[in-house]
């Protein structure tokens, strides 16, 4: 059974960089997208982006100029940099994946919690 | 970019039946729907893709249709487990993005 196994720092300071990577197991790299998304407290699903096996990316364009999604394909793990954080980055962020076909969301990692604060 | 509109709020006793909407332009609501149940302190979980298409292991009691910019999605027989958020989704080819709905919290009575 797909699993996605995330993992990266939790507490970061303003103006600091969020750096998170998803490890990816028992299922192909190649065949599918890797995307991210995030929760804010008590609030809404926020897409990031995605990107696919060989680092073809696209990115939430309010989000656009601070993101940055990239892969390791042998080692089966994608990763998501967001440069700048302030207190409104506060939010669970999770890792997925995404079928090419009809693009939806079948596989989620649990989720981490990151924290802005100064 | 805003995402889809849903309701923020529906509630239904255990047995009746549930629409949730999704409403949103005619780029956002085409074949590419999609929608996502989530428990509290869990992370969301597919239940409908392609408008009306069942991953496996979910209930036939969920089932999704579109009319026109609204995408649906109907819940039969409520059950207490039933009580969650739940998530349109849609992803537009012109512009490669995926936008959720707001979200719409569903109690059972």
């Known amino acids: 059974q797909v699993q996605l196994q995330q993992w990266g720092a939790g507490l970061l300071k303003p103006s600091e960089t969020l750096s998170l990577t998803c490890g990816v197991y028992e299922t192909s790299f190649n065949n599918y997208y890797w995307g991210w998304i995030r929760q804010p407290p008590g609030k809404g699903l926020q897409w990031i982006g995605k990107?696919?096996?060989?680092?073809?990316?696209d990115y939430n364009p309010s989000l656009k100029s601070r993101v940055t999604m990239s892969v390791a394909a042998s080692k089966k793990q994608f990763s998501l940099r967001l440069t700048s954080v302030t207190a409104a980055d506060t939010a669970v962020y999770f890792c997925?994946?995404?079928?090419?076909?009809?693009?939806?969301?079948?596989?989620w990692g649990k989720g981490t919690t990151v924290t802005v604060s100064s | 970019q805003s995402g889809p509109t849903q309701p923020a709020s529906v509630s239904g006793s255990p047995g009746q039946s549930i629409t949730i909407s999704c409403t949103g332009s005619?780029?956002?609501?085409?074949?590419?729907v999609s929608w996502y149940q989530q428990h509290p302190g869990e992370p969301p979980q597919v239940i409908l893709y392609?408008?009306?298409e069942r991953p496996s292991g979910v209930s036939n009691r969920f089932s999704g249709s579109k009319s026109g910019n609204t995408a649906s999605l109907t819940i039969s027989g409520l059950q207490a487990e039933d009580e969650a958020d739940y998530y349109c989704?849609?992803?537009?080819?012109?512009?490669?993005?995926?936008?959720f709905g707001a979200g719409t919290k569903l109690t059972v009575l």
């Open positions: 989704c849609s992803y537009g080819h012109k512009d490669s993005l995926v936008v």
């Open positions: 392609g408008v009306t």
């Open positions: 990107v696919n096996h060989v680092g073809g990316t």
């Open positions: 005619s780029s956002d609501i085409g074949t590419y």
């Open positions: 997925a994946r995404l079928f090419y076909d009809y693009y939806y969301m079948d596989a």
